[in-house]
């Protein structure tokens, strides 16, 4: 533990850091985009569907969570790339780790949308025959 005092100024400080690695990660980012995309859709059906504060809850965490495994993801593969540019099988291997990660979270997250907004959709459905 460092024996740095406080600084509510490097706090802040940090923040920025943290939002422009937000911003490198969407605009750089393909996947990002695509699941930015999924996160569109879901807070629009959630909203035309009025779900409920628990259903937001829900979606509200595994879409931070698709975008935070994302972010992770990134990072591996750019520290990856960074400590070693030729291919290796090790680094193959961490990459497409990190890769599963975030598509064991998406796939989660498709779940919870499917568990969630199925419902309402055979309701709406039902409405329009």
Known sequence: MRDEKFSLRKRIKSFSYAFAGIKVL???EHNARIHTVAAIVAVMLGF???ITPGEWT???IVIAMVFAAE??????ER???????????R????????AGAVL????????????IFLPYLITFIKTLI
């Open 58 to 60: 829900a979606v509200v």
């Open 91 to 98: 680094k193959r291997d961490i990459k497409d780790l990190a």
């Open 26 to 28: 969407l605009r750089e």
């Open 48 to 50: 035309l569907f009025g």
């Open 71 to 76: 972010a992770v993801n990134s990072a591996i």
């Open 79 to 89: 520290t990856a790339d960074f400590v070693k540019a030729e291919r290796d099988d």
């Open 104 to 115: 064991l979270c998406a796939m989660g997250a498709a779940v919870v949308g499917v568990i």
